[in-house]
């Protein structure tokens, strides 16, 4: 069973920036899209980030977009969010998951079929 493990993650404050790592490990498996979610509490999930197989497609969700840079190494196995100009209101658990599935659009909880633990993100004021 592939698992994948988030990293990164912390106590910054606004203004600052952080990188998050998502290892996948263990079995092989077919890789297309993969993404970047969050959870506020009290709030469903929220679409941050993705990116297709190559990594030379990706998307933003408007409140991220300027900010946040995604990325993939697919020798390496791992999935990358660069968040620079962090605000108070990207505070939230952020979870990597990733589609054995072609052909989706990257930004559906839905779609993916595998997810991390998450790591939490905690931006001071």
């Known amino acids: 069973q592939v698992q994948l493990v988030e990293s990164g993650g912390g106590l910054v404050q606004a203004g600052g920036s952080l990188r998050l790592s998502c290892a996948a490990s263990g079995r092989t498996f077919s890789s297309y899209a993969m993404a970047w979610f969050r959870q506020a509490p009290g709030k469903e999930e929220e679409f941050v980030a993705r990116i297709n197989w190559s990594g030379e497609s990706s998307g933003y969700a408007n409140s991220v977009k300027g900010r946040f840079t995604i990325s993939r190494d697919n020798a390496q196995n791992t999935l990358y969010l660069q968040m620079n100009s962090l605000k108070p209101e990207d505070t939230a658990v952020y979870t990597c998951?990733?589609?054995?599935?072609?052909?989706?659009?990257?930004?559906?909880?839905?779609?993916?079929?595998?997810w991390g633990q998450g790591t939490q993100v905690t931006v001071s004021s």
């Open positions: 998951a990733t589609t054995s599935k072609p052909w989706t659009s990257g930004r559906i909880v839905g779609e993916f079929d595998l």
